[in-house]
Each structure stands twice: as C-alpha cells, then as structure tokens.
C-alpha cells in the first residue's frame, strides 16, 4: 500500500472588500467577500515542506485589494474571472483557480450621495473557476426571501402509520432561494442577466400555483432556462419555511387561515437541477461548490 496525496487547493477565504468610486459627491459602493484557491503542482510543499512553488495566501490577498485600485471592479464575474486568470498566467506552477465572490447589497439612503443602507440579507455570488485557458462561470443569488399567502397547496402524499400532517387546499408557501447558475460561456452582459434571472424567478414563485414546493422549483428553473439562452443549468436549494396554524380552539376562536405560528426549525430542504438535455458539458464548473 502507498499513500498518496488527493486533490488539493489552498487560497485566502472570505477577504472582505469594500470600494467608494466617485462621481463629483456621488459615491457608488461595493460590497464583496472574495475567496480565491488555487491549484497546481503543489506536491512539493505537501510532501516535504517545499515552498517554492506556493504563492503565499497572504499574497492573494494582497492581490485583491491591489486588483481593486488598478482598475474598477465592475461586475463579480468580471473582477472574479480577472484574478483567475491573473494568478494562472503569471505562476508557472499554477495551473487552476477558483474565484468565489458574494456581493452584499446596499440601497441608497433617500437619493443620498453618500449614504447607504443595507436592503436584505441576500446577496449576489459567482464562482469562476479557471483550468488553463478554460473558464467556468455559476453565478447565483443566496437567502433570496420569498412568501405567499396563498396559491399554495399540498395533498396526495402517502398516509403511512407514521403520517400526521393535515392536506391543505390553502397555505403560505415561503422559502429562502439559493439559487446557481451555469453559464454555457462567458461572453455575457452579467448585470443584466443576473437582474433579469432573479426577476423571472420572483414572477414564477409570484405566479404559479403551486402543488409542491418541488413544482415551484422546477418551475423557477424551468423559466430561466425559456427565457435565457446564456444559461445550461440551475441549481436550486430551497427550505421550506413552515408557517403552522395555530390552533386556537382553545379560547373558543375559529382560525380561518389568518393566524400562524412560523418554525424556523426543522425545515423540509428541497433541493434540484433544471437543465437542458443538450447542455454543453460542465466541465469544471461545479467542482467543489456543493451539490446544490
Ligand atoms: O411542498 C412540500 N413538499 C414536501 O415534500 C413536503 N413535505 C411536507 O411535510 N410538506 C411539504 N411541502
């Protein structure tokens, strides 16, 4: 038997990242977490200690920050497939990498020049990963928060002896969307296709009556793909926010769907890929980024 190294990556994780660009007394801010790893011939300093070929995580770091003064930002994909490239065309023994960006979103206070207020909890992300020449692109949309108050339905699931959930005609239906896309290349306006996906995902939950939260989902993924050439897959991972009625019999109280009790634990995951059967393959894209 011999023991043998696997597959290995090593990068600086979550450089946190804030850019004011000026326009006269009107400032723009961007708000990033930038995780970059890199792979390559890195046997040496996992074997013996040999640092010759690593390109220390302090300087990717580095690199980021410098990156981000040497030219705007501009959209993550773009910033994301630049340090990727950079980093394997300028170390000899780096011959992948993988850039992941989140993008923390700010509203303008009021119109005002130059004071923001953080909307939601949701963000923009990317991840590009590079392998030579080759450049992958899944970008997505994380803690999407959506409800609706009814147009939701769930009945005709087996009744075993351990079944106790009541079949509803009438329910909430709320979920936290995190959502990822493949892109079949990278010659693509990405604000624009980012703002137009999670546009037609929100008119999907928004619009179909749903069944299941499993349909929902399908559909969501279903639409982007009719409406967005640029797009080979979607992945979507969606809790189930349970909203319970509450039972209020007790005080003599009919409860005609207008009180619940929202758990915030356990919830179902439901979780999946909507694609289309001639995608191009996916090359490296979704390699260690998680299923769904
Ligand atoms: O939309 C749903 N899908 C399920 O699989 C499920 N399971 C459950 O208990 N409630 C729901 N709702």
Sequence with gaps: MAIVLGPNQYGKAENRLVTVSRNGSVHTIKDLTVSTSLRGDLADTH????NAKVLATDTQKNTVYAFAKEAPVGEIEDFALRLGRHFVSSQEAI?????LIDEHGWERIDGHDHSFVRGSDEKRTTAVTIDGEQAWVVSGVRDLV???STGSEFHGYPKDPYTT???TNDRILATSVTARWRYVGTDVDWAKSFTEIRSI?????ADKHSLSLQQTLYAMGEAVLNTRPEVAEVRLSM??????????????????NEVFYAADRPYGLIEGSVLRDDAPDAGQAWSTLPTF
Excluded at 242 to 249: M, R
């Design 47 to 50: 074997l013996t200690g040999d």
């Design 95 to 99: 011959t992948g990498a993988r850039v």
């Design 146 to 148: 959506v409800l609706k």
């Design 165 to 167: 959930l009541k079949e």
């Design 201 to 205: 995902m929100l008119k999907t939950f």
């Design 239 to 256: 809790p189930n926010k349970h909203h319970f009625l509450v039972d209020l019999s007790p005080f003599g109280l009919e409860n005609d």
